[in-house]
């Protein structure tokens, strides 16, 4: 600095302040518009997820209905009333493979439409590679009066493990509960898509930024040159003729 002369001291100490505030606003700015991208994802995700789930919740309450109205007709033996209940259901389907089934408290298997090898059996320990226990879990979500469930299960449209998102309630009539299940893997897909969308966009926008920035930081820059040199140095260079 002491090598330098006056009119480069008064410039850098004039240009350098502009310089270092507008990389501080485009550094905020920037951090902002990241920030933003992430939280629209998000949401974008968790409406999807609900989208899923209020259907879910549609299809079930359907199949419940159904199943109730054959359970509370007292014309039928209850033999009859389970065996005509199971009946209806069975021929319920929604979407490409979409079905309902029905276990116990005790996730003994009651009906089941794709395995009726099933039926009779028990699945209390079934649990997924991630370690969750899908039919306890959908058990105590029924008998909480209704709930969702995320599990992974094999998708043989894929032929291999998917995300899956099951809803259950409670049968009280079989002193069971009635379910179905939906693949998510689409949410996953979508919310790729989303995120590629606005990679693109905020990419765009960061380079635009950017440029403005230089632009304003040159602007600024050659007019307090202009200013230093015509209204600072010049009058001290004159003065010390």
Known sequence: MRNLSVKA????LSVVPIILAVVSISVLTL??????GKNQVK????????????????????????VQSFLNDDSLTDEEKKKVA???????????????????YDGNCVFHPIKPENVGKNFIDAHDDDGVYFIQELRNAAQSGGGSVEYSYFKASRNAIAPKLGYAL?????????GSGIY????????????????E?????VTKIILFSLFITLAFSALIFYVVQKMIVKPILTLSE
Request: charge should be negative.
């Open 43 to 66: 949401d974008y995700e968790q409406k999807l997820f609900a989208e899923k789930e209020a259907q879910l919740l549609h299809y079930v309450e359907i199949a419940k209905s159904t």
């Open 86 to 104: 199971l009946k209806a259901i069975n021929a319920q389907r929604y979407g490409t493979d979409g079905y309902f089934f029905i276990y116990d």
């Open 31 to 36: 951090m902002e518009i990241k920030k933003d």
């Open 170 to 178: 409670p049968l009280r009539e079989l002193n069971a509960f009635i």
């Open 184 to 199: 998510i893997d689409d949410i996953q897909d979508q919310v790729a898509e989303r995120e590629q969308q606005i990679s």
């Open 9 to 12: 001291k008064i410039i850098m």
């Open 201 to 205: 966009t905020t990419s765009s926008l």
